[in-house]
């Protein structure tokens, strides 16, 4: 108890002594006052895409990782430059980023008649830098794991520390996870299932690490969601049994719901389409809003600190016990997540498998969805 | 709403990054590891399955050893016995061979002893008629004369060594 009360007195100290050089830490942009704080603008650059990785402002210099832009233009051909020669409104190539309208924050170009125009743009953005990190580590961890395996045989005594802790956990997946959503035939989808799994957790860990290899949103962008659910769709339905499509075309139900309006056939068909869309919102929204809901409370501090030093302290003790809080709840975010997702995923593929009458594990679905 | 529109360049990226770790680990990561991990939980229950075995023919073992013991046991106490029968039997035999042996030695050393006695009586008898002769011969010699004294005289004599031999 005395060693926490030590501990939240520094935390006061230090986050009063951070408050008031608050104005030095925070992107303000120049048009805007010194201390008016653009929240806005700081939650969605965290949470959004950007050509490059903004690490932090020191003064008024800002630190930031340049990345490649890779652009077909239908004028020009391909591109491919730095990001830092289109940084802070520069034109390259005939290449800009859209201050507003439609394409604000992305690249454009002018076409002949001088309207602007997206080109093909395949740049390794910051979320694109971020799957490849954390798809690197996960490669390295996985197979650092397997190669273990390798040099041994199975009379060989069980691993521990990492490689120990790793089987735990990739076992925990593949036996209370797979073997239970899927069913008998599980042992194709266990790989895909055990993928996506781990993907998905370690982006979710990486992203709330805030330093530099951390911290892209990279489970929160839609688009990541997207291919995930995109990659089950494409296995529920092309894996699907005869009586998985026969459910769908000619359900068990009274007549008159199949001729003369074949409405069960329909509701079917749209199931299809909206459980990898439910897939996929889930996992975005649920990892959009933890990552906002940190970037909110830290900058209650910034956004208090012209009301005052008493509004403002109190403000900021406030904030960085909710934001523990709530880091603390994002760690368990980031494993329910991926856990709701892969078993979702292997509840679906398990029922384009079922061959029989048995039960329809609706109940499962409609608990978590 | 830019944050709901999925970025084609994305999408491109994740497809390609997703769809090479997931062919990479499909291949040399997951099965890897999950086969091992269920190779090995089929060798622990063999080997639990044969700890049982061996335990069991342990056991069975235990019991045949100890059976063998007892039985041994009783064979040693059956064959004890039996040569203590031996045993007594064979000094039983061996006293009666030698009481008998004894038996026959002293009737032996008795029929020699009675067979020099006789010898000895005879040979003093021999010795005796000898003596007689000569004591005979003697006298006859000296009184030759005096022939009734004579033969009292050899009498006397004769009966003198009679009852002498006699004692």
Redesign the interface.
């Known amino acids: 108890m005395k060693q926490l009360r030590i501990v939240l007195a520094l935390v006061c100290l230090l986050s009063g002594f951070f408050a008031a050089q608050a104005d030095d830490h925070v992107v303000v942009p120049p048009e805007q006052k010194e201390n008016d704080v653009d929240v806005k603008g700081i939650i969605f650059g965290h949470i959004g895409d950007s050509y490059e990785w903004h690490i932090t402002d020191i003064g008024h210099t800002h630190v930031t990782v340049p990345l490649p832009v890779i652009v077909h233009s239908s004028v020009s051909g391909w591109h491919v430059f730095m990001s830092s020669k289109i940084s802070h409104g520069h034109t390259h190539d005939g290449f800009y980023v859209a201050p507003a309208g439609s394409y604000e924050g992305k690249i454009v170009e002018k076409n002949a008649a001088g309207e602007e125009v997206r080109p093909i743009d395949i740049s390794i953005t910051k979320v694109t830098m971020g799957i490849f990190i954390n798809c690197i580590l996960l490669l390295i961890i996985i197979l650092g794991v397997a190669n273990w395996y390798r040099k041994r045989s199975p009379e060989s005594e069980a691993p521990g520390g990492f490689v120990g802790f790793m089987e735990m956990f990739i076992m925990m997946v593949h036996d209370d996870i797979i073997k239970e959503g899927v069913g008998p035939n599980y042992r194709k989808f266990a790989p895909y299932l055990l993928t996506a799994f781990f993907f998905i957790f370690i982006s979710n860990v990486i992203g709330l690490i805030p330093l530099f290899p951390g911290g892209a949103n990279v489970t929160g962008n839609i688009a990541i969601t997207m291919v995930l659910a995109l990659f089950t769709f494409f296995i529920v339905n092309v894996f699907g049994n005869k009586h998985y499509w026969k459910d769908i075309f000619w359900p068990e139900v009274p007549w008159w719901l199949k001729i003369p309006i074949p409405m069960m056939p329909f509701i079917e068909l749209f199931g299809i389409f909206t459980k990898p869309f439910a897939l996929m919102i889930r996992l975005f929204a649920n990892m959009l809003a933890g990552h906002m809901a940190i970037l909110v409370l830290t900058c209650l501090v910034f956004i208090t600190a012209s009301m005052g030093p008493a509004i403002n302290g109190s403000m900021t003790v406030a904030s960085v016990l909710f934001s523990v809080f709530m880091n603390m709840l994002e760690v368990l975010v980031a494993f329910i997540q991926a856990y709701v997702f892969t078993m979702l995923s292997a509840v679906f593929i398990g029922l384009a498998q079922e061959t029989g009458h048995g039960e329809h594990k609706a109940k499962e679905e409609g608990a978590i969805s | 709403m ?14 390609l ?2 769809g ?3 062919f ?3 291949k ?7 086969n ?2 269920e ?2 939980k ?2 622990i229950d063999e080997s639990l399955e044969n700890a049982k075995e061996a335990n069991e023919q342990l056991s069975k073992l235990k019991a045949e050893s100890s059976a063998i013991i007892a039985s041994a046991n009783k064979e040693q106490g059956r064959i004890l016995k039996e040569a203590m029968q031996e045993r007594d039997k064979i000094i039983n035999e061996a006293r009666k061979k030698a009481e008998f042996t004894a038996q026959k030695e002293l009737e032996d050393a008795k029929k020699q002893i009675q067979m020099e006695k006789d010898e000895a009586i005879r040979d003093i008898r021999r010795q005796v008629a000898v003596l007689s002769v000569d004591i005979a011969e003697k006298i006859i010699r000296k009184n030759l004369d005096e022939e009734k004294k004579q033969m009292d005289m050899i009498d006397r004599m004769l009966e003198e060594v009679v009852s002498k031999s006699k004692n």
């Open positions: 830019s944050l709901l529109l999925p970025e084609s360049g994305l999408v491109f990226w994740m497809l990054s997703f090479i770790v997931f990479i680990l499909a040399f990561g997951f099965p890897a590891i999950v091992m991990v190779n090995r089929k060798y």
